[in-house]
C-alpha cells in the first residue's frame, strides 16, 4: 500500500524556517517527480515546490523563490522542504505528492497521483 506521510507542521513566528518531510512508503519511487503543494481556506491547490525524477530539476512558485528548497533522498523515499523568513501568506495546509514514472510537467497537479494527509503550516500575521 502506498502512504506518502507528512510531518514537521507547526506554527510558528514570522521569519522563522521550519523543515517539512514526506515519508513514502509502498513501492520505489526512484522514476517519479516528487512535489510539494499547499491550500489555504478558500484558496485553490498552489504547486510550492517540485523536484524531477532524476533530481536534477526543481520547481518553485514565484511566491517562495529563495525561501523554500525541495531536496530529497536517493530513492525519493523520503522528501524535504526547507521553508524560511516564513511570511503569514504561507500559511496553509502542505501536501506531499508523488507523480506518474517519468513526468517531467513538474508544475501540474494532473503529474501527481499519490498525495500525503497534509500537515498545517500557521504563520500568524
Known amino acids: 500500500q502506498v502512504q506518502l506521510v507528512e510531518s514537521g507542521g507547526g506554527l510558528v513566528q514570522a521569519g522563522d524556517s521550519l523543515r517539512l518531510a514526506c515519508a513514502a512508503s509502498?513501492?520505489?519511487?526512484?522514476?517519479?517527480?516528487m512535489a510539494w503543494f499547499r491550500q489555504a481556506p478558500g484558496n485553490e491547490r498552489e504547486t510550492v515546490a517540485a523536484?524531477?525524477?532524476?533530481?536534477?530539476?526543481?520547481y518553485y512558485a514565484d511566491s517562495v523563490k529563495g525561501r523554500f528548497t525541495i531536496s530529497g533522498d536517493n530513492p525519493k523515499s523520503t522528501v524535504y522542504l526547507q521553508m524560511n523568513s516564513l511570511k503569514p501568506e504561507d500559511t496553509a495546509v502542505y501536501y506531499c505528492?508523488?507523480?506518474?514514472?517519468?513526468?517531467?510537467?513538474?508544475?501540474?497537479?494532473?503529474?501527481?497521483?499519490?498525495w500525503g494527509q497534509g500537515t498545517q503550516v500557521t504563520v500568524p500575521s
Open positions: 505528492a508523488a507523480g506518474r514514472p517519468y513526468y517531467s510537467d513538474l508544475a501540474a497537479a494532473a503529474s501527481y497521483v499519490y
Open positions: 509502498g513501492r520505489t519511487f526512484r522514476t517519479s517527480p
Open positions: 523536484l524531477s525524477w532524476r533530481g536534477d530539476t526543481t
